[in-house]
């Protein structure tokens, strides 16, 4: 319910990180209960975002809303680990006709979040082996990345850097022991999703889902770092930190086809395939910056960076299969395959969804990014008729390559990653996510016309966090060159768990 950012530009790392969806199950009760394995047994509010085609096994009206919270394993102290929310609300209209072909046709419509960012977390390594941000920084410098709205143009205004009076590049003097990295955000991802379904024959239902997305996300970050470096006269330097205030608002379109089919007229099993299109966004972030030298305490100034950018989620494709026997137990297990290295990105033009394609950013992200396979499986079992358990299952495999890494400067060796995005970048800080897990727990209970469902779910997630890309101590790197002792240094990893525990409540009734 919950995923963990560190991300302060509009790249692979940060478009992944907010618009992946595939990783979690939020909406109802009832839909959470079950892991989110619907797309076959239908008759569920949230499985209109999944396969659209279950809201045509409504034969009721229905309205509900769904309210829980949430709170995360790892929290800092400044920030609470938990807080309420407000998951799903929406009513489907149940039409029933006089024919036999198609006995009902239905309206619907579903507020759905779809991601939560509310996330607080140390990431703090202890061992630096020598190197430090400044040396990406300065790497970045002398390739000329250094502008009025990214983070190496501030830091080299405060004549962080020195030079090498022999090639005259930038070179390294900070000599890092270890670093703290402080992160918080809050916002989610919310859908607005309307649908027309239908029943032929109790056979075969089709759905289509016409979807609004709004984007919200806002954190904060602190960077320091301590230094071993002394200048000639013993004068200690090079310790800072980096402050951001970072936000990302919104919105974006979709639509999605389903179909459900009962193969077999005296049986209940069921069949049940959705193509989700990508969502086109429109987004714009907005950061202000702070760069502050430590040990002077004087060095310290501040840059605001503004930047329009049209995201493109890939195509989803799903596939399920489920049954029920008798009233009593109903299962369903479901699949779906999303590429995210087919991710695009561009800059709007005229103030349209559309714009000029970032051809550099798109082959970063194919080198980095990979396709995620989803697996739902959930039962219900019904020991009474008003009273519902359920249980339900996810594995979602992780969306980066097992070498994923960022390099701002190269996007291959010897080719210049020439992205207009670094031109705005105000982190060096990427995560590579790993798989997720998700246990659901749930219950039922129904009392004439009205229903509530309860669930519990713990959603578990590792990570590994990177303070900057180490790629400049590459042998034969100006860094490399100018500090033989410092080359093939690599950064260790700095491990994240990101588990995150929720609970959900839906209230219901049925006319």
């Known amino acids: 319910m919950c995923c963990s950012l560190s991300a302060y530009s509009q790249d692979t790392y940060m478009n992944e990180q907010l618009l ?32 659209p085609a279950g809201i045509g096994l409504f034969r009721k009206s229905d309205v509900s809303i769904s309210f829980g919270g949430l709170w995360n394993k ?57 190197i430090s941000q400044m040396d990406q920084l300065a790497e970045l410098a002398n390739a000329g990345f250094d502008t009025d709205h990214n983070l190496t143009g501030l830091v080299l205004d405060n004549n962080a850097f020195t030079k090498n009076p022999t090639t005259n590049k930038y070179y390294n003097q900070f000599n890092g022991e270890y670093s703290e990295y402080t992160h918080h955000s809050d916002g989610s991802l919310r859908g607005w999703d309307f649908n027309v379904s239908t029943n032929i024959k109790d056979r075969a239902f089709l759905g ?203 996007i291959a060796p010897g080719r210049t990653f020439n992205s207009a995005a670094l031109d705005y970048t105000t982190r060096t800080s990427f995560m590579v996510t790993k798989p997720t897990h998700i246990l659901a727990l749930g219950m039922g209970y129904k009392w004439k016309s009205f229903y509530i469902d309860l669930a519990y779910k713990v959603r578990r997630q590792d990570a590994d966090f990177f303070a900057f890309d180490d790629s400049f101590t590459a042998p034969g790197s100006d860094f490399s060159l100018d500090n033989p002792d410092l080359a093939n240094v690599y950064l260790d990893a700095v491990p994240l768990n990101l588990t995150c525990h929720s609970i959900i409540c839906t209230l219901g009734f049925k006319f």
Not at 77 to 82: K, N, P, V, Y
């Open 20 to 51: 992946n969806t595939s990783g979690d199950v939020i909406g109802t009760a009832r839909f959470v209960g079950m892991g989110g394995a619907m797309g076959a047994l239908g008759a569920d509010m949230s499985v209109i975002g999944w396969n």
């Open 208 to 410: 289509f889902t016409f979807g609004v997305d709004n984007l919200d996300y806002n954190s904060w970050t602190t960077y320091y770092e301590e230094s071993s470096y002394t200048d000639q006269t013993g004068y200690k330097q090079g310790d800072y930190s980096i402050w951001n205030d970072y936000r990302i608002h919104g919105y974006g379109f979709n639509f999605k086809l389903g179909g459900i089919i009962r193969p077999f007229e005296d049986n209940s099993f069921r069949l049940g395939f959705a193509v989700e299109s990508p969502t086109w966004f429109k987004l714009k972030s907005s950061v202000l910056m702070v760069y502050t030298d430590e040990v002077a305490g004087t060095r310290s100034s501040q840059r605001e960076s503004y930047l329009e950018f049209n995201p493109r989620t890939p195509w989803k494709f799903r596939a399920s299969m489920g049954s029920t026997v008798g009233n009593k137990f109903a299962w369903d297990v479901d699949y779906e395959i999303a590429d995210y290295k087919t991710m695009v990105q561009r800059y709007p033009e005229y103030n349209t969804f559309g714009g000029v394609k970032d051809l550099d950013m798109k082959e970063h992200t194919r080198a980095n990014l990979k396709a995620v396979h989803t697996i739902r499986a959930g039962v219900e079992y019904r020991p009474t008729s008003p009273l519902a358990f359920r249980l339900g299952y996810n594995f979602t495999t992780s969306p980066y390559d097992k070498d994923a890494h960022f390099d701002q400067l190269e």
């Open 74 to 130: 790892n929290h800092i102290e400044e920030e609470s680990r938990g807080s309420g929310t407000f998951d799903q609300a929406g009513f489907v209209y149940s039409i029933k006709t006089e024919s036999n072909v198609c006995p009902y046709v239905n309206l619907a419509f579903n507020f759905q979040k779809k991601k939560n960012f509310l996330s607080n977390f140390y990431a703090d390594n202890q061992n630096l082996y020598g």
